[in-house]
């Protein structure tokens, strides 16, 4: 079963500091990509960083990365020099063959200033 | 530009009323279409996606249908809504048969069943 997981359902971080949110899914696909979507207050689904399953280079958007791990199944986000408006509901998620976005339970970061 | 318009962003119904909630999307044709509900603070769960006009997959057996009369047009309806109905409900869509444009949303629905 295709699944997306995130363990941590509660994380914070001091402003400007530096954190990273896991996630782990499963699929056996060999070509797929992988997103992270941060939903704040406001609820808008906002597309944060996209990996590519055959890139082995990970993807970085501005203070955005991941750490894409895909032997290990395991693709994390890290934020650095985390700002107030980072704060928001984060989460993982995989696109499988079918079309279907599937998402993980979310982790829900406070930004403390 | 591409854009995705989902109304009415808030909506307070009786229960056993009828619900209807519509999405749009602009500038692309033959997109994926997708409704999203999410419970109080936590994760999405599908409903329903559309990969064309008439053509409705549902998820999970439930009081909600959902129609698309045209090609960018995606409706969510209920005949008699249940206190459980209640939810943020979100649209979205994606480009057919590309995965890695992602999926974009529109604003949600906050709806409430009292």
């Known amino acids: 079963a295709q699944t997306v997981t995130q363990s941590q359902p509660e994380m914070s971080v001091q402003e400007a500091e530096t954190v990273t949110l896991s996630c782990t899914y499963d699929?056996?696909?060999?070509?797929?990509?992988l997103f992270w979507y941060k939903q704040p207050p406001s609820r808008q689904m906002i597309l944060v960083i996209r990996?590519?399953?055959?890139?082995?280079q990970n993807a970085t958007e501005n203070r955005f990365s991941v750490n894409f791990q895909k032997a290990a199944k395991s693709f994390s986000l890290k934020i650095s020099d985390s700002q107030l408006g980072d704060a928001a509901m984060y989460f993982c998620a995989y696109p499988n063959q079918g079309g279907k976005l599937i998402f993980g339970q979310g982790t829900e970061l406070s930004v403390k200033p | 530009s591409q854009t995705i318009h989902q109304w009415p962003a808030t909506l307070v119904q009786p229960v056993g009323s009828p619900l209807s909630l519509e999405c749009t999307v602009e500038?692309?044709?033959?997109?994926?279409l997708y409704w999203y509900r999410q419970a109080a603070g936590r994760g999405l769960q599908l409903l329903f996606y559309?990969?064309?006009?008439?053509?409705i997959s549902s998820e999970v057996p439930q009081n909600l249908s959902a129609s698309r009369p045209q090609d960018r047009q995606f409706i969510l309806s209920s005949k008699k809504l249940l206190l459980s109905d209640s939810g943020f409900y979100l649209c979205?869509?994606?480009?057919?048969?590309?995965?890695?444009?992602?999926?974009?949303f529109g604003s949600g629905t906050r709806l409430t069943v009292v």
């Open positions: 500038g692309t044709s033959n997109p994926n």
């Open positions: 559309s990969v064309g006009i008439g053509q």
């Open positions: 979205a869509w994606s480009v057919r048969g590309r995965r890695n444009y992602g999926y974009t």
């Open positions: 990996q590519e399953a055959y890139k082995q």
């Open positions: 699929t056996s696909e060999s070509d797929y990509y």
